[in-house]
Nanobody, 124 residues
Framework: QVQLVESGGGLVQAGSSLRLSCAAS?????????????MGWYRQAPGKEREFVAA????????DYANSVKGRFTISRDNAKNTLDLQMNSLKPEDTATYYC????????????WGQGAQVTVSS
């Protein structure tokens, strides 16, 4: 089974940058490994539903972003290291949430296998 572990969360001030990482291991029930699946980042703020943030195709393309983070966040992956990253710049208080990485099927609006989440808190 796929295991996903997020890291890099924390408390930062508005306008700051933060980089989240997701380390992947294992296989899906159909036997697929990290390099053969699309990946996504999602977030859930207190009292709100989980929402799509960004997604990236198997080989690093295409990439897609929610309108709320477009131009500020960058998703990337390293298939040799089985890692997925999310570079977050110009953070806003409304970016405060628990961030999850997940395997997904393009266009990745819903995830399949999930990590445990990483907390990001942006103070004003």
């Amino acid at each position: 089974q796929v295991q996903l572990v997020e890291s890099g969360g924390g408390l930062v001030q508005a306008g700051s940058s933060l980089r989240l990482s997701c380390a992947a291991s294992g296989r899906t029930v159909s036997g697929r490994t990290f390099s053969s699946v699309a990946m996504g980042w999602y977030r859930q703020a207190p009292g709100k539903e989980r929402e799509f943030v960004a997604a990236i195709g198997r080989m690093g393309r295409p990439a897609d972003y929610a309108n709320s983070v477009k131009g500020r966040f960058t998703i990337s992956r390293d298939n040799a290291k089985n890692t997925l990253d999310l570079q977050m710049n110009s953070l806003k208080p409304e970016d405060t949430a628990t961030y999850y990485c997940a395997t997904c099927t393009w266009p990745c609006r819903v995830g399949d296998y999930w990590g445990q989440g990483a907390q990001v808190t942006v103070s004003s």
